[in-house]
């Protein structure tokens, strides 16, 4: 049970080319990498939209209200 993850078809659910699972199975640090590197680049971009969205709240336009004088 303890050998599921590996032998020569430990990463064949990615569904990669024989050629790139290969390749993980020489270096898998190269995986763990591309899965850091990824949620950094998801992380950098949602700390974008939050500043891009707190800095606007001053400048949104009010509601107008009905029935208001103008």
């Given at each position: ?35 850091v ?27 107008e ?6």
């Amino acid at each position: 049970m303890g050998q599921a993850f590996s032998g020569p078809n430990a990463f064949k659910f990615f569904g990669f080319t024989p050629a790139a699972t290969a390749v993980l199975q020489r270096s898998p640090l190269l995986l763990v990498v591309l899965v850091v590197v990824i949620i950094s680049c998801i992380s950098l971009g949602l700390l974008a939209w939050y500043i891009h969205y707190v800095t606007n709240k001053p400048y949104r336009k009010p509601k107008e209200v009905k029935g208001a004088k103008k």
